[in-house]
């Protein structure tokens, strides 16, 4: 089968594997994407839009965004970053402006949390990054790894511009090693004293006799856009479904019935996006509330309404809102 044609089709970079990607169905589907995927194939036609997915790893979606070549993109901001450290430190090499507009930032998604950390042996003495000033560092970071060293040794040197100092600025003394994976493994294996690397839960830190001794960047996915969008309108309205989407995530429904002589003091507890909604019941004394409720405060807002007499809570999901 040829493969399809883009004319006219807004092109949205999505991950094609690893971590945010099936977060990043999930939310295609709560924006009612519709596609269908070919075995195989990077590339999906949206039946109800006219918009074409493009299936590209993570660490690459900056690229293609970045050069206009794809119009929207998920990622994780430390991919963002990572990508304008490499451009940054490319362009200032070579002494002229960067190649690509980079891209334009258009809400955060809120999954995909985790932090890009510099790390070193448990057993070891190194305690605070400047102590690896000098030393081998490994990592899939190695441009804002590179930065990040920078500023250091800029720092180190009394450089009172530190803060700003880029890998493409200064000659760096210590050694940036790319490694594509299994990052965790260089310093046991006598390759790195310390790595820079992604941490979300810390297991495969300990368990690598790792600990954390700075923080580079932290990370939650992103929606990106290029600084030159082929369908302006289309952005948004793709932007404004996931908006949606994720604002559903965030909160529940909560209903209950209050006694009206308790209404004031129920409603503190679930004041409601703009304001809750009181409906009478067909009881004497008694009115119905409902009222979204961040999802991770709903139990303590359910023990605080029992508190104040509030019956027959109810919690509900939100598909989707605007
Ligand atoms: N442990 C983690 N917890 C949460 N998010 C993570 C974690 N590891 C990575 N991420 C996020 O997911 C993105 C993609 O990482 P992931 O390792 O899944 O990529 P990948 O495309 O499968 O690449 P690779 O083959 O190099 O592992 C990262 O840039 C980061 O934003
Ligand atoms: O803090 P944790 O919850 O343990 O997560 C951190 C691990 O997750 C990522 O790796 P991934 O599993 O994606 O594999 P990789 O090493 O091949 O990149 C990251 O590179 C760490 O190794």
Redesign the pocket.
Request: with cysteine.
């Given at each position: 089968m040829p493969p399809p044609s883009l004319e006219g089709r807004l092109l949205f970079a999505v991950?094609?594997?690893?971590?945010?990607?099936q977060a990043t169905l999930n939310l295609l589907e709560g924006a009612d994407i519709q596609f269908r995927r070919e075995n195989r194939l990077d590339i999906a036609l949206v039946k109800n839009l006219p918009i074409a997915l493009v299936f590209l790893?993570?660490?690459d979606i900056p690229t293609f965004v970045g050069q206009g070549r794809v119009d929207l993109g998920i990622?994780?901001?430390?991919?963002v970053q990572?990508h304008e450290a490499g451009v940054r430190s490319a362009s200032l090499l070579r002494g002229s402006g960067p190649t690509t507009g980079g891209c334009d930032m258009v809400m955060d998604l809120g999954f995909?949390?985790?932090k890009l950390q510099v790390q070193a042996p448990v057993k070891g003495q190194y305690t605070e990054t400047k102590d690896l000033i000098g030393k081998t560092i490994c990592t899939?970071f190695v441009g804002l790894a590179a930065d990040h060293f920078a500023r250091l040794e800029a720092a180190a040197d009394g450089d009172p511009n530190a803060s700003e100092a880029t890998a493409g600025s200064r000659k760096l003394r210590t050694q940036i090693v790319e490694l594509?994976?299994s990052v965790e493994a260089a310093c046991a294996l006598g390759v790195a004293e310390g790595i820079v690397d992604?941490?979300?839960?810390g297991e495969?830190m300990r368990a690598a006799g790792l600990k954390a001794i700075d923080t580079v960047v932290e990370?939650?996915?992103v929606l990106i856009k290029s600084k030159s969008p082929s369908n302006p309108d289309m952005v948004e309205l793709i932007a404004s479904r996931i908006r949606g989407v994720i604002t559903a995530q965030r909160f529940v429904l909560c209903q209950y019935n209050v006694e009206r002589a308790r209404l004031a003091e129920a409603t503190k507890i679930t004041p409601g996006k703009r304001a809750p909604t009181v409906t009478m019941l067909d009881e004497d004394g008694w009115v119905a509330v409902s009222s979204m409720v961040e999802t991770k405060k709903i139990a303590l807002v359910m023990d605080d309404l029992t508190r104040v007499g509030a019956q027959d809570i109810l919690v509900l999901d939100i598909h989707n809102t605007r």
């Open positions: 991950p094609k594997k690893g971590r945010l990607n790893p993570a660490a990622t994780g901001w430390d991919q990572e995909g949390g985790c899939s594509s994976g992604l941490v979300e839960s495969t990370s939650t996915a």
